[in-house]
């Protein structure tokens, strides 16, 4: 059974989520597979996004609301987006509408 799931990261644990989560929840719809961090990008070890990693398997669709929210950096998100496709796992960027639009395979 493939799962969608989704990730949200704001900076600093004063900020909120839930504009993200709004926006996530449209397209994931049992919030246990939800994570979340309020965390610096800088660092992949963020509990939420690892326990997250954990979980998911090939065949498996992440959402994030902007690209961005997976690292800091584009050197560090290019290696995340690399390893989830060696996984088989999708990414879906929902502020990218090219990434929501599905292909068939072949």
């Known amino acids: 059974m493939n799962i969608s799931f989704g990730y949200m990261r704001v900076s600093t644990k004063e900020q909120n989520l839930d ?3 709004k926006v996530i ?3 994931v719809s049992d919030e246990k597979y ?5 965390a610096s990008g800088k660092s992949m070890d963020r509990e939420g996004f690892q326990n ?8 498996d669709t992440l959402y994030i609301k902007s690209i961005d929210r997976l ?6 998100i290019k290696e995340y987006l ?4 060696k996984n088989g ?3 879906k960027v929902i502020d990218m509408p090219t ?3 599905d292909y068939p395979e072949g």
């Not at 690399?82 to 496709?85: Q, V, W």
């Open 71 to 76: 690292g800091r950096n584009k050197v560090q």
């Open 82 to 85: 690399e390893t989830f496709k």
């Open 52 to 59: 997250m990693l954990k979980a998911m398997r090939s065949g």
């Open 19 to 21: 504009r993200q989560l």
């Open 34 to 38: 939800i994570y979340s961090d309020k």
């Open 25 to 27: 929840k449209q397209y």
């Open 99 to 101: 990434t929501m639009q």
């Open 89 to 91: 796992i999708r990414v």
